[in-house]
């Protein structure tokens, strides 16, 4: 049983004493009480349904009542069904009362808006286009207070931060109730002309259908997430040593998306591509990912394959559409020496180049096992200084934009914060650092990852051995080697050398 705070309950009782208030002018209302009847047997019946099917509640009734009936009569509405219905949680009983005084005072102040502009004479002449005003109005009135009340719940139950628990509430709710406004109009004016109620509830059916493309269509999204998901913790698994980097580089790909003005669409096609750039490591056999030591030509070969074996892997799922591009192509370089096919310029995907930058960003301000995370500034001048040979200018230019504008707060996923365990208490989660401050290395782990663009490693004390550089990891400038075979001079690395997370690596 999750126990709901004692602030909650407070605000629980002062919501329902709210709508015991709206409705004690009953007594003195003069309405038919067969429609209040019949609009409330019909939501009883129907929002069940609703919830189980469509993740969604009847407004469409809800609001023809406010249409149709005075505001102490119109809340009446949603209440047996609100209290009837199903909860999933417990303490249901609270929960039952917070879903029925929610709804009986937007039904009400929707109800109150209407009548007070002249709707009711409007829906029954009817009048229109003038009965499209007082309707409009009560279904802002309706959305501003399921808003206000959601967002006072979240801050106080779920300790949401309420400039979070409100941010963008209204207008994602409004576009759907403006919909449900105007069906439930139609029923309020199907019912008052000679056709009556059943020509009313017709309207119910075609909404029924929407609901139906709507729930599926955010099946269809669910399923989408499931599937990128699995293909990350397969990756996770398989290289634990870079969890969550995956789904910093989408957040990175996804800021700078935003920032070049593509549409919702493409960027969320682009968050997809940066959270699966890596995944061909599945292809890659693991003991090279895990090799501590350095990698022969033909090992380098095989990691430098990974980005071909995640477009294949990606193959059959459609969804991903120019994703798949920038997974095959978020190693290529402008200067033509990256890989897999050694694309210039604007030859490769615009995508790609996207994800290239966030791939880079993310390396370097992460802890890993041969350094530590660089500030977020340092980064960005790396990257500027890598940009026109390595990385797009314009894809560097638009990441910094977006930092200036909303910070680096990368998200960390249930499966990170449980490897981050033991290092709780730092002022920056695990592999993260503080802005302006570098990370503490963590005390010990495999060599997996090398610096990314031009980042130098850790430099031994006088006398320490030099850690060797990770499994297909290029050399990072700068950093002492060990003698070739037949040579004395510090081992060089070819311009193409790189692990299957170190897109966009300065050599």
């Known amino acids: 049983m999750e126990a709901i705070p004692g602030r909650a309950l407070a605000f629980i009782v002062c919501t329902a004493l709210a709508a015991l208030a709206c409705l004690t002018p009953l007594p003195q209302v003069h309405a038919p009480w067969w429609p209040v009847g019949l609009l409330a047997a019909l939501y009883a019946a129907g929002e069940p349904i609703a919830r189980r099917r469509f993740g969604s509640t009847c407004h469409p009734l809800l609001l023809a009542g406010a249409f149709l009936l005075p505001p102490p009569a119109a809340a009446l509405v949603p209440l047996p069904g609100a209290l009837l219905c199903r909860v999933d949680q417990r303490p249901a009983g609270p929960r039952r009362v917070w879903r029925a005084a929610q709804s009986a005072l937007a039904v009400w102040a929707a109800a109150a808006a209407h009548w007070s502009l002249g709707g009711r004479d409007a829906v029954v002449t009817p009048d229109f286009p003038y009965a499209l005003v007082p309707a409009a109005v009560a279904v802002l009135a309706y959305c501003a207070v399921l808003t206000a009340l959601d967002g006072g719940i979240l801050v106080l139950a779920e300790r949401v931060p309420p400039r979070r628990a409100w941010r963008g509430l209204f207008s994602r709710c409004l576009a759907p109730l403006a919909v449900h406004g105007l069906a439930g109009l139609m029923m309020a004016v199907l019912w008052r002309s000679p056709y009556g109620p059943v020509a009313a509830l017709l309207v119910l059916f075609p909404m029924g259908v929407a609901w139906w493309v709507f729930a599926q269509y955010h099946r269809e999204r669910a399923a989408h997430r499931a599937t990128i998901r699995a293909l990350v913790q397969a990756v996770d698994i398989k290289d634990g040593y870079t969890r969550g980097h995956s789904e910093r580089v989408g957040q990175a790909s996804m800021m700078i998306a935003r920032e070049l003005g593509m549409d919702a669409r493409r960027t969320e096609v682009l968050r997809f591509a940066g959270i699966l750039h890596d995944v061909g490591k599945l292809g890659v056999p693991t003991r090279l990912l895990r090799k501590d030591g350095p990698l022969t030509p033909e090992e380098r070969r095989v990691i430098e394959l990974h980005p071909e074996y995640g477009h294949e892997i990606t193959r059959g799922i459609h969804f991903l559409g120019e994703a798949r591009a920038a997974i095959l192509h978020h190693h290529e370089r402008l200067d033509g020496r990256g890989y897999p096919y050694g694309l210039v310029g604007r030859?490769?995907?615009?995508?790609?180049?996207?994800?290239?930058?966030?791939?880079?960003?993310?390396?370097?301000?992460?802890?890993?096992?041969?350094?530590?995370?660089?500030?977020?500034?340092?980064?960005?001048?790396?990257?500027?200084?890598?940009?026109?040979?390595?990385?797009?200018?314009?894809?560097?230019?638009?990441?910094?934009?977006?930092?200036?504008?909303?910070?680096?707060?990368?998200?960390?996923?249930a499966d990170e914060a449980s490897a981050a365990a033991p290092a709780a208490g730092r002022p920056a989660g695990a592999g993260e650092a503080a802005p302006g401050k570098p990370a503490v290395p963590p005390p010990s782990g495999r060599s997996g990852e090398a610096p990314r663009a031009g980042e130098p490693g850790p430099m031994p004390s006088a006398g320490e051995p030099t850690p060797a550089p990770p499994a297909g990891e290029p050399v990072p400038p700068g950093t002492p080697q060990d003698p070739a075979p037949d040579d004395t001079a510090p081992r060089t690395v070819p311009a193409r050398a790189g692990r299957g997370d170190r897109s966009g690596t300065a050599r």
């Open 347 to 413: 030859q490769i995907p615009e995508c790609a180049r996207v994800v290239a930058v966030a791939d880079a960003f993310d390396a370097m301000t992460s802890t890993r096992s041969y350094s530590r995370a660089r500030p977020v500034a340092a980064a960005l001048a790396e990257l500027r200084r890598c940009a026109g040979a390595q990385f797009d200018p314009r894809m560097v230019t638009a990441l910094g934009r977006a930092l200036d504008r909303h910070g680096w707060h990368p998200l960390v996923t």
